[in-house]
């Protein structure tokens, strides 16, 4: 019976630290301040600090959906966010946090426009890099500034054949992506 | 039976020990197998670090900066070390050297140098760490100690920059730039690099202030002691190594030829490009110190004025968008055919509620330069100044 409850107490740890787990359908994030249909078969990472999605694993495609303080510091370069900022110089602050991240190669923007993210008005920046490995990818990464928060929602694949495979399932979760939080208007 | 295992396993480590004691380059020097190992894994992170984009090309540059290097060494030592500086694009302040002599110079160190004397003294330092062998003297000590370099990287990990350096280099590199060398080896690049320095005629009293740059740059941007040069010994100490060092043995010998004019005329491009790359990182007072230095050898550039409107247009402190405005003007006095300024003059009159003036930057903008890769966004303003305008 010690036995048992031991081997119940060891697959409730487990399961209950299980990096990644199944997240089909809608999803509200721990804050309450965004929501997002999940696609079939796509795995989510269990953790409160994002939110990320992937089917075949983060290295061959992955959705991250993150929110962010404008007080909350970026790890590559000093900018930061500011109240009243155009989502062009938005974007011009993600790019040079991007560029300014030595472990990205061969980094090239493909395109940089204005977007609506549903009714939430922003920008699109598309952009290739190499890793260290020469290994080639590709990002769509939209972002809006509401309030003082910045929200981003990016799809990142590799180049090679998972980032268009996979570009119409991202296409349906960002339609379904809605802002939640107090400043959502 | 027991002191028979016992000598085994103290003949084994006798014998797996390599020693750490080697003699430096010399005319009749070869590479022993494990430095001959250590030079193709040198070559091989330096395949990938020279296809990351991350390099600067500018062949007249390269050219100079080779022949500085060149006059620091003996024929003999050139023919057995194929010396070569390659300029990485990167703000922060940092160079490294391969085994094989190939040696790493980021923009950021470059561009705060005042003079040849002073590039001397970097370029001898980091080819001393060559010379006297260190990355195989380094890597034997730790073979023996048994201590993983991936342990030693770890303990890195909180040095600021070095995370990135960590994933752009592979362990050779990782060695040479982030984790440094022992406190001897380093003194022992400061003080054979200052007699290389002398030799070739410079002014050593410049040696030192390579770390009085650095040592300004960690309190501007609160850092701790960084990991360049290795974290060993600490700046200050270095310093006065270097002082200690010429009073004692060149006294009434220190002076030489710092040649500042020929530096900043050969090196002015960097000192933009990388003031430019200091924005990006957000580093604005770094930006503004070397957008102005280079005013001084360029005083009209046209694009250091616009890099100083843009300064003051990101940083937004008390009285910038008016200074944007005034560098942004300049700019254009000089050039009037120069797009950018009228791209970000007209994003200050959009935000002030100046239509009118904003539509017309933004037109000039976009008759100058049709195929901008942001006119999207400048076609939503025009298409909303004119909203306004009719409302």
């Known amino acids: 019976m010690k036995r048992l409850l031991l081997l119940l107490l060891l697959l409730l740890l487990i399961t209950a630290c299980a990096p990644w787990m199944q997240g089909r359908g809608l999803y509200e994030s721990p804050k309450h301040s965004f929501t997002l249909d999940i696609p079939q078969k796509w795995m989510r990472l269990n953790t409160d600090k994002h939110l990320l999605i992937s089917r075949d694993g983060p290295f061959l495609q992955y959705v991250l959906v993150q929110e962010r303080h404008f007080d909350q510091p970026f790890r590559h370069t000093k900018k930061r966010f500011q109240r009243g900022m155009l989502p062009q110089e938005a974007a011009e602050v993600i790019l040079d946090e991007i560029s300014s991240d030595r472990s990205v190669f061969n980094f090239s923007v493909i395109e940089n426009t204005p977007a609506t993210v549903n009714r939430y008005e922003g920008f699109k920046i598309v952009f290739k890099y190499r890793n260290k490995d020469g290994l080639g990818f590709k990002t769509i990464y939209y972002g809006v500034i509401m309030g003082e928060r910045f929200y981003s929602i990016r799809y990142n694949a590799a180049e090679r054949y998972y980032f268009e495979k996979d570009l119409q399932t991202f296409e349906g979760v960002l339609n379904t992506f809605t802002i939640t939080g107090a400043h959502a208007a | 039976m027991r002191y028979f295992f016992l000598l085994l396993i103290l003949c084994s480590l006798i014998a797996g020990c390599l020693t750490t004691s080697l003699p430096p380059v010399t005319e009749d020097f070869g590479l022993e197998d494990d430095e001959k190992r250590l030079w193709q894994r040198s070559k091989e992170e330096q395949r990938v670090l020279n296809n990351s984009g991350l390099v600067y090309r500018d062949n007249e540059i390269e050219d100079y900066l080779n022949k500085i290097a060149g006059n620091l060494q003996t024929p003999e030592i050139l023919a057995r070390i194929p010396f070569r500086i390659i300029v990485i694009k990167n703000p922060y302040l940092n160079a490294f050297a391969f085994p094989n002599g190939v040696i790493y110079i980021h923009t950021g160190i470059l561009a705060r140098m005042d003079n040849e004397a002073q590039l001397a003294t970097l370029l001898a330092h980091e080819m001393t760490h060559c010379t006297h062998r260190h990355a195989l003297r380094a890597f034997r000590d730790r073979k023996n100690k048994a201590i993983d370099l991936a342990a030693v990287q770890e303990s890195q990990i909180g040095c600021d920059g070095a995370v990135d350096l960590l994933a752009l280099l592979g362990s050779t590199g990782c060695m040479a730039a982030v984790t440094g060398y022992s406190r001897e080896f380093e003194t022992e690049a400061d003080m054979v690099g ?36 290795g974290t060993h010994p600490k700046l200050q100490d270095r310093i006065e190594n270097y002082r200690n060092f010429l009073d004692t043995r060149y006294q009434g010998k220190r002076t030489g030829t710092k040649n500042s004019e020929v530096f900043l005329t050969k090196l002015h491009k960097v000192i933009l490009d990388n003031a430019f790359l200091d924005l990006k990182a957000g580093r604005f007072s770094t930006a503004q110190r070397g957008a102005k230095k280079y005013l001084k050898t ?6 250091a004025y616009y890099l100083l409107g843009e300064i003051s247009r990101q940083r937004k402190k008390q009285n910038d968008t008016d200074r944007a405005k005034a560098y942004y003007k300049k700019a254009l006095s000089i050039e009037p055919s120069y797009p950018d ?21 933004f037109e000039s903008y976009l008759s100058l330069s049709p195929h901008a890769p942001d006119r999207a966004y400048i076609k939503q303003y025009l298409a909303q100044c004119n909203e306004k305008k009719g409302s």
């Open chain 2, 341 to 361: 300024p009228l791209r970000a003059i007209g994003l200050l009159y959009y935000k002030e509620g100046k239509k009118t003036l904003a539509k017309r930057s």
């Open chain 2, 194 to 229: 200052i007699r290389l320095v002398l030799q070739a005629g410079y002014d050593p009293n410049e040696a030192p202030k390579i770390f009085e740059h650095l040592t300004k740059e960690l309190a501007e941007e609160k850092l701790r002691e960084p990991f360049f040069f």
């Open chain 2, 298 to 303: 360029k005083p009209n550039d046209p694009r």
